[in-house]
């Protein structure tokens, strides 16, 4: 079981920013690789970004690349989603979760998620 706890959301001005950060217990962090959701009331949750196991390759969803960087620290358990340039589209519940796969099989969904944090850009 891992336990994934996300934190740092907020209000924020569009072209604003906002970090995330999510922090894993239970198992070995580093055998898992890392994703962001998103979700908005109505509509399904959507692949926001993922990071490997060591966090040398990185995937992003092409509504937000160049606009968000996802990083970790396996040091500290924690994954965290940099967020610049936001938009009022960017308005969701942001959910972390954690995979055995691939950054490519996350896309899918995760293994273990977290209760998810809200963020909310407005315009």
């Known amino acids: 079981q891992v336990l994934l706890v996300e934190s740092g959301g907020g209000l924020v001005q569009a072209g604003g920013s906002l970090r995330l950060s999510c922090a894993a217990s239970?198992?070995?962090?580093?055998?898992?690789?890392m994703g962001w959701f998103r979700q908005v009331p109505g509509k399904d949750r959507e692949f926001v970004a993922a990071?490997?196991?060591?966090?040398?390759?990185?995937n992003y969803a092409d509504s937000v690349k160049r606009r968000f960087t996802i990083s970790r620290d396996n040091d500290k358990n924690t994954v965290y989603l940099e967020m610049s340039s936001l938009k009022p589209e960017d308005t969701a519940v942001y959910y972390c979760?954690?995979?055995?796969?691939?950054?490519?099989?996350?896309?899918?969904?995760?293994?273990?998620w977290g209760q998810g944090t809200q963020v909310t850009v407005s315009s």
């Open positions: 239970g198992r070995t962090f580093s055998d898992y690789v």
């Open positions: 979760a954690a995979d055995i796969g691939s950054t490519v099989t996350i896309k899918t969904g995760g293994d273990y």
């Open positions: 990071i490997s196991r060591t966090g040398t390759i990185t």
